[in-house]
């Protein structure tokens, strides 16, 4: 399987609540990032999260990284109908000179 | 406006006619990659440039080729396009390496009949 695994696979909520996605990973990692991709079209950075930050908010995002536990989550508060993409964890492993992509979460926001 | 410009953004093609995807960015990076994206598969890298004349293979290489002889450009070649090559590409650069924040292109949708 792939070093970063999201969880769920997709995910409906209704607009104003709060989204939860989750990602896994196997190795030991320097930083772990969040993309966002709207339907077809290219990834958009959103967080970053050194491998000794415990967490990191920007906006209505909030990310936590346990390293013990090899996971990730990023939170979305308060969603809106704009949210609706899939959204990414990428990890760079100690080492590489790359990122390495889950398969994504697929977040519908319904009205 | 910083960007990163893939064309064509669509492509229909068929077996065996050599094609090229373009890839440029305007942001002085060093580092430039090319992934593909197919249903229940993620994003998987094909090829990656840390700089001028220095390229390397990603995860799924097969079939594919690239060059970078300026910083601002970096080619994808199918010299012999096949239908498992049907997909979306990506192309993504950043500054000084892959850790970095990458910047993504919008994308070419190939279909190889």
């Known amino acids: 399987s792939q070093q970063g695994e999201e969880d769920p696979q997709a995910l409906s909520i209704q607009e104003g609540e709060n989204a939860t996605m989750n990602c896994s990973y196997k190795t030991s990692i320097n930083n772990l990032q969040w993309y966002r991709q709207n339907s077809g079209r290219g990834l958009v950075h959103l967080i970053l999260i050194r491998s000794n930050e415990r967490e990191k908010h920007s906006g209505r995002l909030r990310v936590t990284l346990d390293t013990s536990k090899k996971s990730s989550s990023l939170l979305i508060t308060a969603s809106r109908a704009a949210d609706t993409a899939s959204y990414f964890c990428a990890t760079v492993i100690q080492g590489a000179q790359k990122l390495v992509f889950g398969q994504g979460t697929r977040l519908t926001i319904n009205p | 406006e910083a960007q990163v410009t893939q064309n064509p953004r669509y492509l229909i093609t068929v077996t065996g006619k050599k094609l090229t995807v373009t890839c440029s960015q305007n942001?002085?990076?060093?580092?430039m990659s090319w992934y593909r994206q197919d249903p229940g598969l993620g994003l998987r890298q094909i090829y990656y440039?840390?700089?001028?004349?220095?390229?390397d293979k990603g995860d799924v290489p097969e079939g594919y080729k690239v060059s970078r002889k300026e910083k601002r450009n970096f080619p994808l070649i199918l010299e012999s396009p096949s239908p498992n090559q049907t997909s979306l590409y990506f192309c993504?650069?950043?500054?000084?390496?892959?850790?970095?924040?990458?910047?993504f292109g919008a994308g070419t949708r190939l279909s190889v009949l």
């Open positions: 993504a650069s950043s500054f000084w390496e892959g850790a970095n924040i990458q910047y």
């Open positions: 942001m002085n990076h060093e580092y």
């Open positions: 440039s840390m700089n001028v004349e220095v390229t």
